[in-house]
């Protein structure tokens, strides 16, 4: 059973781990790669995502400035468009809670003012996916070790 109008993944936990990790290895290839930064809230969040072998740009909210002042100097840092591949210039992966809905849609609408192209892929596949598991960033650190085989296999095959 699951609750109206709730999203849910595949029930089988390695089948979501999987999907998980494919969408992860996908992102910290573009941060890589394309050195696209992902936007996360807090200092937990970007070191989870180190455990997971991001190793670009991680950028966090929450550093005592305003939305709109990280919205600024985001935009003077990276652009409207990314350099490399002319697609999204960062992911915006705020926690899949209710306070995380709420920071993510507000952070979308000022970047897209100012024009600056935006990924939420991996955020919506990690919602899906993990929602049993967790709904904050940081507890990907928790479950590196369940994921990363999945993302290494990922990163062999392409």
């Known amino acids: 059973m699951h609750s109206k109008g709730r999203i849910r993944g595949p029930s089988d936990p390695n089948k979501r781990f999987m999907i998980a990790s494919q969408s992860i290895a996908e992102e910290r290839q573009r941060n890589r790669e394309f050195n696209r930064p992902v936007l996360v ?5 970007k070191i989870a995502l180190e455990s997971l072998g991001f190793t670009g740009k991680v950028e966090v909210l929450n550093r005592g400035w305003s939305i709109e002042k990280v919205v600024t100097y985001l935009f003077e840092t990276y652009g409207t468009r990314n350099q490399n591949d002319g697609g999204a210039v960062m992911s915006v992966l705020m926690d ?4 995380g809905g709420r920071l993510q849609r507000k952070i979308i609408g000022l970047l897209e003012s100012f024009d600056i192209k935006v990924s939420q892929d991996t955020r919506k596949v990690l919602m899906k996916t993990l929602k049993p598991e967790t709904r904050v960033v940081e507890s990907l650190k928790g479950l590196s070790h369940a994921l990363l085989p999945y993302i290494e296999d990922y990163d062999q095959q392409s």
């Not at 809230?41 to 969040?45: A, I, L, V």
């Not at 899949?96 to 306070?99: A, E, K, N, S, V």
């Open 96 to 99: 899949w809670d209710r306070t």
């Open 41 to 45: 809230e807090g200092k937990r969040d």
